[in-house]
């Protein structure tokens, strides 16, 4: 707008929002204030202790089980996830367009349909999956039902969910390269693989970044995917710090502990997503 | 790029393996859903056998199936899923109407004024969703308890919001701004206020932005799952969590899943599709001469 003139007009168009805003922004202020407490279920009273919580988590062997799981969860599908949709996008690049049209099924669906076709798959006693492992000379496997495995065959489900949210994003970041560089290259005699490391990996970096930030934090906050196949069992072998949250508050009721859980991960999450932010918008500015 | 033939055989099996791979899930479902009792807990699995639609008789709650409902602790089951259905519906309707009606005018706020504070409420919205959702979700519950909103479609409508809000607003903003700075130019020299502009340029010319924002946020509201887990109960519950209904206590009742989860992907389906005819480039070519 021309006019240097303060107006309240914006505001007013923005008070509707910002009051849901407020709405939400205030459970989490409860939450917060909920975490320095004792507070208990059916015990009305709640008194102020300090960071007592955060203390008492600390030290405790559960918290850095979860947080080991966490880690182990966020890694595993990082690990994965990110290659396998880089090379898939490569292929799909130029490839005919059919292959395109069932790779966002999985992202569309909810993700507890996902879970669940994916529990009906892996049952351990008359599951398919099993089956078709069989003809590879493979033996069955126990997949969410035994502590060992559970964790990875939920990373599996996350797999097949994600990876072609990788794809699609860096698929349509491939596509955006300026063929003329490209072309280049190749009579300046380079090979493929230089041309994808040299020109390709540079260019779609803001794109991977953003797929990392987007996949890392999910992760970190996957809940429906673990709830709706272990409920962070066997054991507590699938416990990561979001489903230990709500397990402490839902199943044990302690709601300052299951707060305190879930405040340390906001604040892992806050760090992690403002840092990969600021290099987003470095690389993009630069 | 000249590829060798080797090569291009290599490329299309492994395409090939890995669609196969993202489809066969939904087939096995499928194939689940249409299958008896007997044959569903059959091992080795059938790939052939006498398919029925029972299931989804039973899922829909036409028929009453003797076998499914016996053994689940004298308690038959009452088929909730078309209830559930017709929650996500309500749910989703009003989730889209009440994030539009907000969003609308802080997206056009955003995109055409400037004003102090105006990157930091942006990014505060966008900052929602790097938050666990239950650092939010559980302190909403015990709110929800002391206003009386839990297991209400108005409590759950306005905890959506949390979801669809930031998106609404990010994705018109994008949308109006790709509007071309001459035509806004060109109403204000012909002398329209705001509002005119607003009603009778930018939301017609961003109508195919509305589209996807309304595709987008059904889809994001019909999928949520935390939100009703917690703050939702009996009777407002939606599609996602009626579908943990069929894990009952002594039995899975997996080929009435299976049911459910291919009824419950259709309004996805359906509207994926709808977004693909409709988003049709160029809404706004010729109106600015280059």
Redo the contacts between chains.
């Keep these: 707008m021309s006019k240097k003139k303060f107006s309240i007009l914006p505001y007013l168009l923005c008070l509707p929002a910002i009051l849901i805003l407020i709405y939400i922004l205030y459970p989490f202020g409860v939450g917060l204030w909920y975490s320095l407490t004792d507070y208990v279920f059916y015990i009305p009273q709640k008194n102020f202790i300090g960071f007592s919580n955060y203390l008492k988590n600390f030290l405790s062997i559960d918290f850095w089980i979860s947080l080991k799981i966490t880690l182990g969860y966020v890694i595993g599908v990082l690990c994965v996830e990110i290659p396998l949709g880089i090379g898939i996008a490569l292929l799909l690049d130029r490839s005919h367009q059919v292959f395109r049209y069932f790779l966002p099924l999985p992202l569309m669906i909810p993700l507890v349909t996902s879970a669940l076709m994916w529990k009906l798959m892996m049952n351990p006693d008359s599951g398919v999956l099993n089956y078709l492992l069989s003809f590879l000379g493979i033996k069955p496997i126990g997949w969410l039902a035994i502590p060992n495995t559970a964790l990875y065959a939920i990373i599996f489900i996350d797999i097949w969910t994600f990876t072609p949210f990788v794809a699609l994003i860096v698929l349509a970041s491939i596509q955006n390269i300026p063929k003329d560089q490209t072309e280049a290259a190749r009579i300046d005699g380079a090979n493929d693989w230089q041309v994808f490391y040299k020109i390709s990996i540079p260019f779609i970096l803001p794109a991977l970044l953003i797929v990392f930030l987007f996949r890392a934090i999910d992760s970190f906050n996957q809940f429906t995917l673990i709830y709706a196949t272990t409920q962070g069992g066997p054991g507590n072998a699938t416990m990561t710090l979001h489903v230990r949250g709500w397990y402490d508050v839902i199943v044990a009721s302690k709601i300052g502990m299951g707060m305190t859980n879930l405040i340390i991960l906001w604040v892992i999450c806050y760090i992690l997503s403002t840092y990969i932010l600021k290099l987003w918008s470095k690389r993009l500015s630069r | ?1 000249r ?1 060798k033939p080797i090569q291009k055989t290599r ?2 099996i ?2 090939v393996l ?2 196969f ?3 066969f ?2 087939y ?2 499928f194939l ?1 859903s249409i299958k008896n009792p007997i044959d ?6 059938k790939f052939i056998f006498q398919p029925t639609v029972d299931n989804y008789l039973w899922t829909l709650g036409l028929v009453k199936q003797q076998e499914v409902t016996a053994g689940i602790r004298g308690q038959p089951l009452p088929p909730e899923f078309v209830r559930a259905f017709v929650n996500s519906l309500m749910i989703c309707g009003g989730t889209i109407a ?1 994030s539009l ?3 609308v ?2 997206a ?3 995109s ?4 102090p504070g ?1 990157e930091n ?1 942006a990014f ?2 966008l ?14 519950y ?2 929800y308890q002391r206003l009386k909103l839990y297991d209400t479609f108005a409590g759950l409508i ?1 905890g959506y ?2 979801i669809t ?1 930031p998106l609404t ?1 990010w994705l018109l903003r994008i949308a109006f701004e790709e509007i071309p700075k001459e035509i806004d130019e060109a109403a204000t020299i012909d002398g329209c206020a ?1 509002w005119q502009k607003f009603l009778r340029i930018d939301l017609p010319l961003s109508r195919s932005g509305l589209v996807s924002v309304i595709v987008l946020s059904f ?1 994001f509201s ?2 949520e ?2 939100f009703p ?2 703050v939702g109960g009996r009777i407002t519950k939606p ?2 969590i009626s ?2 209904d069929f894990v009952t206590y002594s039995q899975v009742l ?1 080929g009435p ?2 049911a459910a ?1 291919l009824l ?2 259709i309004p ?2 359906l509207s ?1 599709t709808f977004i693909l005819r409709f988003l049709v480039k160029g809404l706004t070519f010729g109106a600015v001469k280059e």
Excluded at chain 2, 112 to 115: D, G, V
Excluded at chain 2, 127 to 140: D, K, M, Q, T
């Design positions: 790029m590829e490329r299309i492994l395409l890995f669609t791979f993202i489809f899930p939904f096995w479902t689940m569903v807990t059959n091992y080795p699995p009440v009606s907000a969003g005018f802080a056009y706020a955003l055409r004024f400037t004003f105006k409420i505060t919205f900052s929602f969703r790097f938050a666990p959702p239950l650092v939010i979700i559980i302190p909403l015990f709110v306005l919001q949390l809000l607003i705001w889809i019909w999928n799952f935390t887990l917690i599609v996602p579908m943990l997996w899943m299976a989860i419950g992907i996805n389906v994926v």
